[in-house]
């Protein structure tokens, strides 16, 4: 299986920037895709933005152009720069990581997720 922890969250003023880091450990070389999601306040878990093992990026709309998503796959770390923060970006972050496991040459690959714990991120003045 494959572990992550989060860091980098904290309180910042509308327009601040943040910079969340997310460790991966155990089982990394079986990581595909990594991801970044939120959960504000009295909502669901919702995506922010992805990232593939050769570097291609996804964003959703409400963060494109503010957010720059990340990976060093050597270091097997995943990041998360968010710039012109605003209040609705309030929420716990969460790190995301999709394996896929081979059981043979000719099996479909078993596909699990990992999460880490989270970190808050609050946007007020």
């Known amino acids: 299986q494959v572990q992550l922890v989060e860091s980098g969250g904290g309180s910042v003023q509308p327009g601040g920037s943040l910079r969340l880091s997310c460790a991966a450990s155990g089982r990394t070389r079986a990581i595909n895709l990594m991801a970044w999601y939120r959960q504000p306040p009295g909502k669901q878990r919702e995506l922010v933005a992805s990232?593939?093992?050769?570097?291609?990026?996804t964003y959703v709309d409400p963060v494109k152009g503010r957010f720059s998503i990340s990976r060093d796959n050597a270091l097997d770390m995943v990041y998360l720069q968010m710039n012109n923060l605003a209040p609705e970006d309030t929420a716990v972050y969460y790190c995301?990581?999709?394996?896929?496991?081979?059981?043979?040459?000719?099996?479909?690959?078993?596909?699990?997720?990992?999460w880490g714990q989270g970190t808050q991120v609050t946007v007020s003045s």
């Open positions: 990232v593939t093992s050769g570097g291609v990026a």
């Open positions: 995301n990581a999709e394996t896929r496991v081979f059981p043979c040459i000719e099996c479909p690959p078993i596909v699990k997720e990992s």
